[in-house]
């Protein structure tokens, strides 16, 4: 196995987790975000899908969710950035007798809101959530969403058939909305006992009906912290934002090279500031023209700028898929995303210009950030 | 005679890096020994099948040298003092 490196955080540092097809690494800078440590690999061999920080309640904690192909698929936390990690015993993410599914890999981990520090919520493969009440040590399925009349019509995508995006509404804590590849939104206001489907005006290409009540490819969406009823979506074919909280959709794919892309994130305290990586089709699902570009809306999506500066701009046929960029919450705000191809690329201006944390790592699929307290 | 379990990789850390285990009691097929073995190590069991009770699909179970995907999967016989191998399977990218 490789030898594993360590950073050592302070606080105030700025935290960028990556999560590979053949482990996590954790990278730190101080809050310039001039200058790079890299720790890791952690969990050699394992993907991880799923990364997140939570540091509530005095915490300074780490959730990772590696899968293993042999051994499985769990959650494991480090309290020391990774120098050491919990093992349970049992597996703590399991579907519960009765439902006749077993775990195949855990997509999302979200810490919840401020107002419950001992909150997580977790989306699964197959399309599932789990929740915690107790800080991780035990979960439960949530039984309303599982137990959909829908769900047996959802279907897998590429990915799986997987919950890859919880977004905790921040102004009631009953209301949730998450995203299935390929079922949609669904959105619960009773704090998971009920769901209902929430996808009206997003595009269903591939499907006869092209507006259907579900089952469309969503890959990604956001919500803003600040106006909460402002969302955006990239979808498989559409980019959209919503400004009724998710209620129904407006396609803004002003000026983009393609409308088909995995992630998109949003600016932690300008609504109308978004970013996103287009790719080029559904079959080649790579960066058009082999210019690696970012893309920008200062505006809500009424146009989108591109954002090259410090990429690379020739035979560059990257894939950046749904959760491989992601922004801090500095100011000027840094963004970060990973590729396929085992790039790490940040910016700390917002993407005016962006350099290459690091190369050669396996295939990436998640890109996380913290500030440490 | 005791059964003897053979593991690695992660097993064979959780089982204070043994690699080699016996496990006392009897046990007629496959899914009888592995409950003893889930006895004596709880953790294994996760790790080597699903919720569903199944194997999982990069495991292998050898008895006596047969992998019981061949020969009755978890209903394989078991010889008192049988010797129990559970390796992944040549499997990754």
């Known amino acids: 196995m490789p030898e594993t490196q360590h950073v050592d955080p302070q606080p105030g540092d700025l935290l960028v987790l990556a999560g590979t097809m053949k482990g996590a690494f954790v990278f730190r800078a101080d809050a310039s975000r001039a200058k790079w440590d890299m720790g890791g690999p952690y969990f050699p061999g394992s993907a991880v899908y799923a990364l997140a920080y939570d540091n509530r309640a005095g915490r300074n904690r780490i959730w990772a969710a590696p899968q293993s192909m042999h051994w499985g698929a769990l959650l494991r936390s480090s309290d020391d950035f990774g120098r050491t990690w919990t093992n349970p015993e049992q597996a703590n993410v399991k579907f519960p007798e009765g439902t006749d599914a077993a775990l195949n890999r855990i997509w999302q981990i979200v810490p919840g809101r401020a107002s419950e520090p001992d909150a997580l919520y977790c989306g699964v493969e197959p399309a599932a959530l789990f929740v915690s009440r107790d800080a991780g040590e035990t979960w439960s399925l949530d039984e309303g969403l599982w137990n959909h009349p829908q769900r047996p019509r959802w279907e897998p995508g590429g990915g799986g058939l997987c919950l890859h995006t919880i977004l905790l509404d921040p102004d009631d804590p009953r209301r949730v909305r998450i995203a299935v590849s390929t079922a949609g939104m669904y959105v619960t206001e009773d704090g998971g006992a009920s769901w209902r489907p929430s996808n009206q005006g997003v595009r269903a290409e591939f499907l006869p009906d092209k507006y259907p009540e579900f089952g469309q490819c969503v890959h990604k969406v956001v919500q803003s912290q600040q106006q909460p009823s402002r969302m955006f979506l990239q979808n498989h074919w559409g980019l959209y934002r919503s400004d009724d909280r998710g209620e129904s959709w407006n396609d803004v794919a002003n000026g983009v090279p393609s409308d088909f892309g995995f992630p998109i994130a949003i600016h932690p305290r300008d609504s109308d500031r978004a970013w996103i990586v287009p790719l080029e089709s559904d079959q080649f699902r790579c960066t058009p023209e082999g210019k690696l570009r970012v893309y920008r809306t200062s505006d809500a999506g009424a146009q989108w700028e591109p954002l090259a500066n410090g990429l690379p701009q020739a035979n560059a046929y990257e894939t950046i898929l749904r959760d491989a960029l992601a922004v801090d919450a500095l100011d000027p705000v840094g963004v970060y995303f990973g590729t396929r191809n085992g790039k790490l690329f940040g910016s700390r201006d917002e993407g005016e210009s962006w350099t290459e944390l690091a190369d050669g790592l396996p295939p990436i699929v998640a890109v996380k950030t913290a500030v440490v307290t | ?93």
């Not at chain 2, 009897?26 to 699903?50: G, K, M, Q, Y």
């Open chain 2, 1 to 93: 005679m005791p059964l003897t379990f053979v593991v690695s990789g992660p097993l064979r850390e959780l089982a204070g890096n043994r690699g080699e285990l016996r496990v006392g009691g009897s046990a007629p097929d496959v899914a009888e020994a592995l409950s003893l073995l889930w006895s004596e190590c709880p953790a294994f069991r996760d790790r080597v099948i699903t919720e569903r009770g199944e194997l999982r699909p990069h495991l292998n179970i050898f008895v006596d040298g047969e992998s019981i995907r061949y020969s009755g999967g978890f209903a394989t016989p078991v010889r008192d003092g049988a010797e129990i191998v559970i390796l992944p399977a040549l499997s990754g990218g």
